[in-house]
């Protein structure tokens, strides 16, 4: 059986630096036979039933409570795995920083958030946007487009608690092509935050090809240049940013036609009159909102 000591000062190590911190009056007994030692009253003060009613009283008789042998200290055991009663317990302690382990899975956090809801601890709470647990969302949203669809998924499935959650992981969704959502997923995220997500990739594209509409703006035609060139190719660029138009197209796209097209410009005029049309379309671009 491994032992963690579980205090406010404690290190990574579970020794304990804090020589005010009170001692520790409870044992949780993970159900892989790891057991932390906790306070009693943290884990009343953030929980809203007083952990499930196993704390209020501590009563003996009951089956999951008991007393260790010549030991005043209770133990309590929990039907979670020590990965998810270790990430709870950041919840209750209110420790932010990093996770005494490496970054739980979506498993993990999938069943931490059934450990709050099961213990009256707010979840809204404890995945405020500087929490520990944000943080470890917002780490698998960076990692792949997929694994943002799984926590937009999670977030969605536990709203309004985690709508914050949804609305930040659904910028990583822009590259996300659509048919990758899977039935399964799609019924765990639900129909309405499925709709908002598809909302969301359908009105970016368009938006982008709205803002494709305004030509440039020309000079006045001259002996030397009767801007014919800086129209065709304006055309042309148009023709294809309307084909690839998507959620997300990255400024190096538009920087890399730019650079294709614009040596068939010869006049100094039009050149500049090209480039800043495409600055004010990459302006633009970022200012469309990206989240649902």
């Not at 949780?28 to 030692?37: I, K, R």
């Not at 200290?73 to 005494?100: C, F, M, Q, W």
Request: charged share 20%.
């Amino acid at each position: 059986m491994i032992r963690r000591d579980w205090t406010a000062g404690a290190d990574s190590k579970g020794i304990n630096h804090d020589v005010a911190a009170p001692s520790t009056d409870l044992v949780l007994s993970a159900e892989d036979s790891v057991t932390f030692q906790v306070h009693r009253a943290r884990l009343l003060a953030a929980s809203t039933n007083g952990f499930n009613a196993k704390l209020p009283t501590l009563k003996l008789e009951e089956s999951d409570v008991k007393v260790e042998p010549h030991v005043e200290t209770l133990i309590l055991d929990v039907p979670y795995s020590s990965a998810v009663v270790n990430i709870l317990l950041h919840a209750v302690y209110k420790e932010d920083g990093l996770l005494r382990v490496e970054i739980p899975s979506l498993t993990d956090i999938y069943f931490t958030i059934c450990a709050l809801k099961e213990y009256g601890i707010p979840c809204n709470a404890s995945f405020s946007d500087t929490s520990l647990l944000f943080g470890v969302m917002a780490a698998h949203c960076q990692t792949s487009p997929l694994a943002a669809l799984e926590v937009y998924a999670l977030a969605a499935a536990h709203a309004p608690d985690l709508h914050h959650i949804a609305v930040y992981s659904s910028r990583f969704l822009l590259p996300l092509e659509f048919a990758r959502i899977t039935d399964e997923i799609a019924v765990a995220m639900g129909s309405v935050y499925l709709f908002r997500l598809s909302q969301l990739l359908v009105r970016r594209t368009q938006q982008f090809k709205r803002l494709l509409l305004p030509p440039p703006q020309l000079h006045e035609p001259s002996s030397h240049c009767d801007t014919r060139v800086l129209r065709e190719a304006w055309t042309l660029m148009t023709a294809f940013l309307m084909w690839y138009a998507a959620p997300e197209v990255k400024d190096a796209v538009i920087d890399d036609l730019k650079d294709t097209i614009i040596d068939r410009i010869q006049c100094k005029r039009c050149r500049e009159m090209l480039e800043q049309r495409l600055d004010t379309l990459k302006r633009a671009w970022a200012l469309v909102k990206c989240t649902i």
